[in-house]
C-alpha cells in the first residue's frame, strides 16, 4: 500500500527493508556484572523494557519466562531492562520473587533506552537478529504465542 501511495519511482524498492543494527552499548546486569549487546551477536533476542510498577509488564513476565524456556536451549537471550525510574531495590525483589530466570539489566541512566530507539513507554520489545540486526519492536504487551514462529525463524538463520 505504501508504495502505491508513494508513486511509481518506489515501486523499486517496495521489497527493500531499512536495517537497523543494535547499537554497541553496554550495560550492568542485577548482579553487578558488566555485559554488552556485542557479546550476544550470533543470539536471537529480545530485548524487554518494563518497570515495576507497569501491570502490562507484570502480566506478561510469566510468558515472558515460558518463552525465554522454550527457546533458550537453542540459544535464544532475553535481557529485561528496567527502566531509570524504577528503584534497583524494587527491580531486585521483583526479579528475585518472580526467579526471573534471565537476565535483568538496570538502565539506572537510561542509556539503554535512549540508545534503543528512545523508549518510554513500557512494555516495549525489540527482537533482534543473530547479525545484531533489529527486526520488530513493538510498545505494549507482547503475545508471545505470536512472536514464536518469528523466533523460530531468526534461530534458523545462519
Known amino acids: 500500500a505504501l508504495a ?3 508513486g511509481p519511482a518506489s515501486l523499486m524498492l517496495a521489497g527493500c527493508q531499512r536495517v537497523e543494527q543494535a547499537p554497541a552499548l553496554s550495560y550492568t546486569l542485577l548482579d553487578g556484572r558488566r555485559s554488552d549487546l556485542a557479546a550476544l ?11 515495576t510498577d507497569c501491570a502490562p509488564c507484570v502480566e506478561e513476565m510469566p510468558a515472558m519466562v515460558a518463552n525465554w524456556r522454550r527457546f533458550s536451549p537453542q540459544g535464544f537471550e532475553t535481557l529485561a531492562v528496567s527502566m531509570s525510574y524504577d528503584a534497583p531495590a524494587l527491580v531486585a525483589n521483583f526479579a528475585q520473587s518472580r526467579q526471573l530466570p534471565f537476565p535483568v539489566v538496570i538502565d539506572n541512566t537510561g542509556e539503554i533506552a535512549r540508545r534503543l530507539g528512545n523508549v518510554e513507554f513500557t512494555p516495549t520489545s ?3 537478529n543473530k547479525r545484531g540486526e533489529i527486526v520488530k ?3 505494549g504487551k507482547t503475545d508471545f504465542a505470536a512472536i514464536a514462529p518469528l523466533i523460530a525463524d531468526l534461530d534458523r538463520e545462519s
Open 126 to 128: 525489540l527482537l533482534i
Open 41 to 51: 551477536r550470533g543470539h536471537v533476542v529480545l530485548v524487554n523494557f518494563w518497570a
Open 4 to 6: 502505491a501511495a508513494a
Open 137 to 139: 519492536r513493538w510498545v
